[in-house]
Nanobody
Framework: VQLQAFGGGLVQAGNSLRLACVAS????????MGWFRQAPGKEREFVAG????????YYADSVKGRFTISRDNAKNTVYLQMNSLKPEDTAVYYC?????????????????WGQGTQVTVSS
């Protein structure tokens, strides 16, 4: 599966952005999906995940209550709604697909990765 992320940009702190990740192929609904981010000089970290049925979602503590992950299997798309953005949210955001369908926070379980989209939050 190929993944392409959209929606990054430059915003002021307190504002919102919505990222989208579109997947190719017919098996999108079988994958768990996740969003990760990587800031300069830091390791890639889990942000949010959603299982194949959208029945379970998972969030990093740093974004809980501010970010919402969702998916539309009919459109082969997973979204990340980011509200109340902070300068520390600045990073390249990546979407990823997990063949196991879990969408967990374990980075090693993800099989496919998108190219990333830059999010910059100014203070």
């Amino acid at each position: 599966v190929q993944l392409q992320a959209f929606g990054g940009g430059l915003v002021q702190a307190g504002n919102s952005l919505r990222l989208a990740c579109v997947a190719s192929g017919r098996t999108f609904s079988s994958y768990g999906m996740g969003w990760f981010r990587q800031a300069p000089g830091k390791e890639r970290e889990f942000v949010a995940g959603i299982n194949r049925s959208a029945g379970n979602t998972y969030y990093a503590d740093s974004v809980k209550g501010r970010f919402t992950i969702s998916r539309d299997n009919a459109k082969n798309t997973v979204y990340l709604q980011m509200n109340s953005l902070k300068p520390e949210d600045t990073a390249v955001y990546y979407c990823a697909a997990d063949q196991g369908g879990w969408g967990s926070k374990v980075i090693s379980l993800y099989d496919y990765w998108g190219q990333g989209t830059q999010v910059t939050v100014s203070s």
